[in-house]
Structures are given as structure tokens and as C-alpha cells.
């Protein structure tokens, strides 16, 4: 393996600049990173500033995840299926729950539960702060630019002059923000996920554009909590995922009354003297144009990374046209002390424990003489959407594309969730492991449509970085009843049963 480029010559200590490490982003990698370089005995401070989203909402210390994405979204998509779940009590014998069929579906405060995700958000903002003061690294609230490879200035919005601070090493963690469409309205009436989980009026019917991760969570927990929910697709949902899988979550979402439009763009949005947006919006195919009115408009359309205010074309830290940093397999950027870790890096991917997992790497790696690279092959993930989905490894269709469809064998199951039988749920759980015929049917992905996706997938993502075969899934003993017990007795050919 090829060394990582020395960052400096000069000394690790005595080296006259106020830090060792100044890490610029207080979010998931950022903190992480601080923290590990800390208890390793370097002097670190960190930079963290949010500027308002168009719609003027901010935040506290702790970054995306933490205030308007993994955690709000987890709490809001907890909310939906409390509220789907309580439909099933009369089956399982509870006289004062509302009984089956979404037209009895209690009622849900939208207010309540924005106070419950906020005062959540406000204690681990309160923790991330005193944290970092009890360990004594320094935290700055204050946007930074690099004044040159070794200084940055931080300033608070409508400050002319900011304070400076030099530091042998940088780390830059800063992440991205929600893209709006370039159309008219767009900023002026619309929210993204930055606004969301604070939002202080009721959704109403709404209107969320795109269909990838967050737009699909999004309206699904809109739709669970009783929003009368449209997604705009403007292509394929869930693009890069296997797509036998996105599409059963969209039949799923389809059947509990979300609404599609594909393949559909909004055209622009305007403001009616009744408070309601007026959505005009095409068919790229058909060229048809439409309009309707909805009381919320949810941009979802891809995030952008947050590097334009960091001055890195004066100092040479290249980054790509949409402002993602260039970095090698150290996460060192073209300037050799300078590192980037977290959403913020081209080739990444944006997920917390990815961006958690790299900062505490490349701490052990400056300070500890680790030589651990962050390894961002076989990342589980799972898609927090009504019928949770969590995949780790390829997609069938990449895993043709690699190895030809001739190689491979594919095991998947359609199969009725114990749980949901008594109260008639349609929804089944679906599995599937693409296995590589070549090498011993070894399993090259993972892939599970149901309940507790999240929970099941962490689990068997360590049989695939154990380079598990379809054997050794065979010869683990299931844990009956449970979804995920189908998983090591999948056979050749056996699509469906009763999950008994
Ligand atoms: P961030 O957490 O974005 O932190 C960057 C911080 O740097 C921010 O606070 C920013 O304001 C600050 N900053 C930026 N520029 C400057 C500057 N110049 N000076 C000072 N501070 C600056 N991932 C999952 O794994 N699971 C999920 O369920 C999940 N759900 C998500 C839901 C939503 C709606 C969204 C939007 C994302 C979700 N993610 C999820 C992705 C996850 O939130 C990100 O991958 C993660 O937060 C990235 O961490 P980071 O450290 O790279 O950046
Ligand atoms: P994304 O994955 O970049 O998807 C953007 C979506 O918006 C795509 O469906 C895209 O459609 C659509 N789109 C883009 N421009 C559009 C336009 N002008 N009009 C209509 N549609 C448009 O972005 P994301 O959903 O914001 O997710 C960002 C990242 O956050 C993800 O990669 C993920 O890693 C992370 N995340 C993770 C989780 C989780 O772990 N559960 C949850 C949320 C987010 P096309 O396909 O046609 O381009």
C-alpha cells in the first residue's frame, strides 16, 4: 500500500500555530474527528456555523444529522408508524384503540410532535456543547475561510471582520445543503429538509419533489401522519438501488394512498391570497402541463456541498464542479495537510456512521500511528421509508453489469409478516442475496424490504464483510418468529410461502 504524502515537515509540537487541528464542521465526521484527536493529545478546535436555510430556520451544534436529518427524520418516521401500528390494536385485543381502515386512523398534532423532535434536538445540541467544553477542545461558533493553507478567519453573519486562527493541520467536515430547483418560487414559498422538523404549521396536503432518500422518507412519514401526500419523480425512484426492491416500496407507498407523479418536474410555484401554493408542473415525456394546489411544497432534489464560502481555490485544495473536495485514500485534499472527511468528499458517501467512522480513522491515523483506512466498500444502509428497506453490498443490476447474470444466483422470497396477519396488512417483507457463482456463492448483496430493516440489515452486514458464502447463511440457526429468520432459509426457486 502507498504511503500517505507527509503533511508537513514541521514538528508535531513547538510548532507555533494556536492548534494542532482545526476541524472545520461541528457535524457527525467533524465532532467525531475533534474527539478522537483530543483524547489523543492533540489541541483542537472546531469551527461550526449554520447559516438559515431560505426560509431563515437554523440550528444548534451538531450538524445534519443530529438537527434536520437522521435523527428528526427517524423520530417523525416513528411518529407515522405508532399511528399505522395503533390501527392493528382491536385484532390483537385492545378495546379502545380505533380499529382497522385508514378512515379511523387517530388523529395526529402535528405541533406535538415538532415540540417532542425539537426538545430532543435541543438536549444532544446542549450534550455536543458541554461535551466538547469538558474535553477541553475549543468550539468555535463561527463560519471559516481560509486566509491561507495554515489561517482561517471565523465571522458571524453581518460581522465585517472575523477573529483569525492558525493550526498546523485542518480537517474540513462541512457537509452540504438542500438544492432548490432553479424555478420561480422555488426559495421564496418552498421548504426543504432544513425546515421541516420545526415547521411550526400543519403540513396539510403536500407536495414533496424528488425521489431519493429524502424525498421518499419525507412523504412517507408526511403521508403516515395523515398529510395528504404527492411525490414528484422526475426519473426512476430510489436511483442506484436494486431496483426489484425501490419499486416494491413504491407499490407499497402507492397502496396506502401516497401519490405519484412520474415522470414529472414543477415548472414554478406561486403564492395564492389563500395561503396555498399553486404548483404548475409537466410530463417530461408528454410534455403535458398541470396544476394544483398544495398547502406545503418539499424541495427533496439532492444536496450541494458547502465548500463556495472556504476560499479553497486560493489555497489549492481542488474539488470537483459541484464544490466536492478531491481527496486520496488518506483524505488528504491536493494541499497535504489539509484532510476532508464526511459528505463533503467526492466519491464518498453521505451517510453518519460513514462520516463518524472516517474522522475517528484519520485521528488514530495523525495521532496514534494507525495505518486503518476507512473502507467504504459493503456500507449497510437502510431507507427509513413506510416498508423500511436496507440493502448492503450490489445491486442485482450492478452485480450483472460486474459478473454477467450467468455467474450469479439469486435467492428472494416474498413472504407475509406474522404480525401483520391479524389484522389483514397486506404488506409482505421481501428478501433477496445476489451470490456469485464463481466463488463458492459467495453473497455480493444484501437486500430487505420490512420491519425493522435498519435492525436486520446492521446484523447481517457483518456476515458480508465477513465475506459470508449462501452456506455459512445456511448453516446459521434462525430465531423464530421474526422477518429475519427467512433470510438463512432461502432455497433455489422457493419465491413465496406462508412465513410459518
Ligand atoms: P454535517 O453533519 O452536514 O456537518 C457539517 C457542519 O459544518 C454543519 O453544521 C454546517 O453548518 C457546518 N459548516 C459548514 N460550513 C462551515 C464553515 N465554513 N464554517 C463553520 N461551519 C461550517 N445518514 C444516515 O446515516 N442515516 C440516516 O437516516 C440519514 N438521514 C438523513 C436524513 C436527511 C433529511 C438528511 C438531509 C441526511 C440524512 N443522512 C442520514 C445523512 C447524514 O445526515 C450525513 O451524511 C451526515 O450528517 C454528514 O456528516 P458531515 O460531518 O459530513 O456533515
Ligand atoms: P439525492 O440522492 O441526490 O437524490 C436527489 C433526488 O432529487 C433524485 O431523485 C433526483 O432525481 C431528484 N431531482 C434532482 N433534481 C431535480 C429536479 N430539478 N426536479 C425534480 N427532481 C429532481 O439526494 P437526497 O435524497 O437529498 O439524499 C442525499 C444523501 O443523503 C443521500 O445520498 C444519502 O446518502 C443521504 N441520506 C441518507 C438517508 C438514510 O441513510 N436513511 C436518508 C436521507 C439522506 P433523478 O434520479 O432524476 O436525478
Redo the contacts with the bound molecule.
Keep these: 500500500m502507498s504511503e500517505p504524502v507527509i503533511d508537513t515537515q514541521e514538528p508535531e509540537t513547538d510548532h507555533g500555530y494556536d492548534y494542532d487541528l482545526i476541524v ?7 465532532i467525531a474527528l475533534a474527539k478522537e484527536a483530543n483524547a489523543l493529545g492533540a489541541k483542537v478546535a472546531v ?4 447559516k438559515p436555510s431560505p426560509q431563515g430556520t437554523t440550528w444548534g451544534l451538531g ?3 443530529v438537527n ?3 435523527i428528526p ?2 423520530l417523525m418516521h416513528t411518529a407515522a408508524l405508532i399511528g399505522d401500528r395503533s390501527q392493528d390494536g382491536t385484532a390483537f385485543g385492545w378495546t379502545n384503540s380505533v380499529g382497522h381502515g385508514t378512515e379511523r386512523k387517530p388523529h395526529h398534532q402535528w405541533g406535538k410532535l415538532v415540540e417532542m423532535v425539537q426538545d430532543h434536538i435541543h438536549g444532544l445540541n446542549f450534550k455536543y456543547r458541554t461535551d466538547l467544553r469538558k474535553k477541553g477542545i475549543t468550539y468555535h461558533n ?4 481560509f486566509i491561507d493553507a495554515h489561517t482561517v478567519e471565523g465571522k458571524k453573519d453581518g460581522q465585517e471582520e472575523g477573529k483569525r486562527f492558525t493550526a498546523r493541520r485542518f480537517a474540513i ?4 445543503r438542500p438544492l432548490y430547483p432553479d424555478i420561480p418560487g422555488a426559495k421564496e414559498y418552498c421548504i426543504s ?1 432544513d425546515d421541516i422538523f420545526s415547521m411550526e404549521k400543519e403540513p396539510g396536503k403536500s407536495l414533496v419533489v424528488g425521489a431519493s ?2 424525498a421518499l ?1 419525507c412523504g412517507g412519514f408526511l403521508h403516515g401522519i395523515g398529510n395528504d401526500t404527492t411525490i414528484m419523480v422526475r426519473s426512476v425512484p430510489l436511483r442506484g438501488f436494486d431496483r426489484e426492491c425501490a419499486d416494491k416500496i413504491v407499490n407499497v407507498m402507492s397502496d396506502e394512498g401516497v401519490k405519484f407523479y412520474q415522470p414529472c418536474v414543477p415548472l414554478s410555484v406561486n403564492k395564492l391570497e389563500s395561503g396555498k401554493l399553486s404548483v404548475e408542473y409537466e410530463n417530461v415525456e408528454t410534455k403535458e402541463k398541470k396544476t394544483e394546489e398544495f398547502d406545503t411544497v418539499l424541495f427533496a432534489t439532492g ?1 450541494y456541498a ?1 465548500t463556495q ?2 476560499n479553497l481555490e486560493n489555497i489549492g485544495v481542488k474539488t470537483d464542479k459541484v464544490g466536492k473536495i478531491f481527496v486520496n485514500k488518506y483524505e488528504q485534499s491536493s494541499v497535504p495537510h489539509i484532510y476532508a ?4 468528499i467526492v466519491g464518498g458517501l ?4 460513514v ?1 463518524i467512522k472516517a474522522g475517528k480513522l484519520l485521528a488514530a491515523r495523525l495521532y496514534n500511528s494507525s495505518k486503518k483506512m476507512m473502507d467504504y466498500d459493503k456500507v449497510p444502509t437502510t431507507v ?1 421509508t413506510p416498508v423500511e428497506y436496507g440493502s448492503c453490498g450490489l445491486t442485482e443490476e450492478e452485480a450483472v453489469k460486474r459478473y454477467g447474470a450467468e455467474n450469479l444466483t439469486i435467492y428472494k422470497k416474498s413472504y407475509y409478516v406474522l404480525e401483520y396477519e391479524p389484522p389483514a396488512r397486506e404488506c409482505q417483507a421481501f428478501v433477496k442475496l445476489i451470490c456469485n457463482e464463481l466463488d463458492n456463492e459467495r453473497v455480493l448483496g444484501f437486500h430487505y424490504v420490512g420491519p425493522n430493516a435498519g435492525e436486520v440489515t446492521q446484523g447481517f452486514a457483518v456476515a458480508m464483510r465477513c465475506n459470508a458464502t449462501k452456506e455459512d447463511f445456511d448453516d446459521t440457526v434462525g430465531i423464530h418468529p421474526t422477518c429475519a429468520e427467512t433470510i438463512v432459509k432461502l432455497e433455489k426457486g422457493v419465491e413465496t410461502d406462508t412465513g410459518c
Excluded at 453521505?350 to 456512521?353: D, G, R, S, V
Design positions: 472545520i464542521g461541528g457535524g457527525s465526521g467533524g469551527f461550526d456555523y449554520i450538524g445534519t444529522c434536520v436529518g437522521c427524520k427517524k463561527l463560519y471559516a475561510s467536515a462541512v457537509g452540504g429538509s432518500y429524502v422518507e444536496r458547502l464560502a472556504l472527511i464526511g459528505d463533503v453521505e451517510l453518519t456512521p462520516a427509513f
